[in-house]
Every structure is written in C-alpha cells, then in structure tokens.
C-alpha cells in the first residue's frame, strides 16, 4: 500500500477526504493528518508518505512554502493541491513547483479517483523503472550513500551492494554528520586535497563509518556513533581541514537513529542545524551593518571581517533576507537618512550619517528609494 497524508485546516475537509473514496481499492492507506504546514512537514519527515494531499490557504505556512521547502529538502513525495479558487497563478504557481495534480474545493469524488490513479501509475512506474536502472547501471559509492540519506535506498537495495562497496549494514545505530568548508580566497585555486579526503582518513580508516558528497557538505555515515564524549575525532577533523585548508569549517550533527529507514531523519536534523548556524552569522552581519551605517560598507569587508568567501557570504545573505547585499544596504541607508531629516538633521549632515560623502550621489539614491529629493523632507513637528 502506498501511504497517504492529509494536510488541510478544516477537520470537515480532512475527515471528508478520509471518507470520500475506499483509499485501500486503489492501493492507498491513510498514515496521518495535520492542520497547517508547518505541522505538515513535521509529519512528512516522520511518517515518510507517498501521496501528501495539501491545502492552498493555511495558517502558520501555506500549501506552496511547505512545497517549496520540501524542494529545498529534497523530499521526494507526489502532490496533490486543493484549492477553493480557480485562480490561473495558483495553477501557474503549482506547475512551476512540479506539482500536476490541482483539485477545486469541493473535492469531487470522480475527480479525485482520476487524480490518485494517475500518482499512483506514476509511483509504481517510477520505482520499477529506478529497479531497471539499478540493475543496469552500478551506482557510485557515493551516489547510494546520498541516496540513502534522502531516504531512497532501502536496506533490502542496498544489499545488492554490500558486497560491492564493501557495506556492512545493517548496523546498530546510524547518524548523519554534516561538514561545510568555506575556503579562504588565497587557497581557492590551490590543488590541495579536498574535505572529503581529509575526513576519510580519520572516518573510513578507522571503519567509523562512510564519507560522501551531498549537496554542498560533506556527508559523514557515522556507524554506531559513540556518545558525545568519545566525539574528539572531529576536532582532529576540523583542525586538520583549517591548517590544510584555512578558513572556516561548521559541523552539524543530525539525530542517532537505530533503524536503517530513518537516516534521512538524522540527515533532515543536521541540515536544520547546519541552517541555525548560517542564520546566526547572518544575524551578525545584520547587527554589524545597522551599528556602522555611517561607514562605506562593501561586501569585500564583511568578508574578511566575519572569514567568509565574498560570494558565498552574498548567496548566504539573499537566501536568508530574500534581498541581496547591495539593494539591502541602500533601502536601510536610506531609511535611516528619512529618520534623520525629519530630526531636523540637514542634507549634508544626513548624508555624512549614512557614510555617504557624495552629495549629488546621496540625492540620487534617496530620490530612487524614498521617492522624493532629501531636501524636500519636511522636518516632523516635536
């Protein structure tokens, strides 16, 4: 059977789309519900379903920011969305998502029959074709330990390459451990061995577990992880990674877990830790930028101030404020420049404030942004 997951802020709605079709005649059980997003995702992380069935319109995150974060995550899971309006974006929206399957609210039996026959053609088309290619083409050892962290090996196909690779599972507890190196601009172009080499000769010389590519980390399968005490390991790791390296070099360790199904959890765990650490050094570039303001700030400093490649910092800054640097800088500058004048501050002194010493290139910036000339800025009356 094919797991089935609800996810809509009306009990009514829920409980009718339990009820409105025998699930179970068309290769489908229901394995949960939830109210909102947020609570949606939390339960696709935990219950691992085939089938979600998702609202548009819910509290805390919507249908398409849980979509778009289980694209983010790579979750692979077919959607279905409900909607109580026949907007044309919304439809645009969904497909832009990967998402084909779009029902009106209220659900209409027949329509969703058609809808649950198609996902579950495409699901049992999918898997025997991911069969034939497995069989025909061997995978790279670190292909099926990524495949294994987002959960699309079972341990029952892993077994064809145990043998191969030398894999020993099952074993008694598994845990993700992420590595994330941000390399110093001087040694970008040096041939220097990378972290993932570094970290096999403390990992797999020492049959702790496995070292692999994911995404932009290195990927640790740790094998019976010892308690956090006996973690010392990974201070060598990373002492080693900055003196043959340098810059910096994070580590997010995701939960222990004993069964071989739920390591896409502990590696779900470490990436929303590895996320905490990237909103803290964002946080601090905030901080800095709002206390300095009266200062010519460019990305290059920040970089060396806070150890960060200047272009990962930027592409870390615009994934986190959904602004990059520049177009950041200049709103804040000059919003901080309206508060000024309407103090009772003159032109030049705003200007100066907000670190810019060009008049005429102030008045330009301020007219972009504001919409009018500084000097027409009335001061506010006490």
Not at 53 to 71: A, N, R, S, T
Not at 101 to 128: A, G, M
Not at 251 to 280: C, P, R, Y
């Amino acid at each position: 059977m094919l797991k089935v997951l609800i996810i809509d802020d009306e009990p009514i709605v829920r409980e009718g789309i339990k009820t409105i079709i025998d699930w179970e005649n068309y290769g489908f059980s229901i394995c949960g519900d939830a109210s909102n997003g947020l609570d949606g995702l939390e339960k696709i992380y935990e219950l691992l379903p085939d089938l979600v069935i998702v609202d548009i319109k819910m509290p805390v995150i919507d249908g398409f920011q849980m979509v778009e974060e289980l694209c983010r995550r790579k979750v692979h899971v077919k959607v279905i969305i409900l909607t109580g309006y026949s907007h044309f974006e919304y439809a645009k929206k969904a497909m832009n998502l990967g998402i084909k399957s779009y029902l009106l609210k209220p659900i209409e039996q027949e329509e969703l029959i058609t809808e649950i026959i198609k996902v579950y053609d495409e699901i049992t088309s999918e898997r025997r074709e991911k069969s034939y290619i497995s069989k025909s083409v061997p995978l790279t050892k670190e292909k099926v330990l990524e495949n294994i962290s987002y959960g699309n090996e079972s341990l029952e196909s892993v077994g064809e390459f145990n043998d191969f690779y030398r894999f020993d599972f099952p074993w008694n507890s598994y845990q993700i451990v992420l590595l994330k190196h941000d390399e110093c601009e001087e040694l970008r172009k040096l041939p220097v061995k990378n972290v993932r080499d570094i970290a096999r000769e403390y990992i797999e010389m020492n049959n702790l577990g496995y070292v692999f590519k994911i995404e932009k980390y290195c990927g640790i399968l740790l094998k019976n992880p010892a308690p956090e005490s006996k973690f010392t390991i990974f201070e060598d790791i990373m002492k080693d990674i900055g003196s043959s390296l340098g810059g910096e070099c994070f580590l997010a360790t995701g939960n222990k877990v004993t069964e071989f199904d739920d390591i896409m959890l502990s590696f779900q765990s470490a990436l929303q830790m590895m996320d905490k650490k990237s909103i803290n050094v964002i946080g601090n570039v905030l901080t800095y930028i709002h206390k300095n303001l009266d200062k010519d700030i460019k990305m290059e400093t920040l970089s060396r101030i806070f150890c960060y490649n200047s272009a990962y910092l930027g592409k870390m800054f615009k994934d986190h404020t959904g602004e990059y640097f520049n177009t950041y800088l200049d709103r804040v500058k000059m919003e901080k420049a309206m508060q000024l004048l309407k103090a009772g501050d003159k032109v030049y002194e705003a200007a100066e404030k907000v670190g810019y010493s060009n008049l005429n290139y102030f008045y330009c910036k301020f007219k972009k942004h504001i919409g009018l000339p500084p000097g027409s800025v009335k001061r506010a009356p006490s």
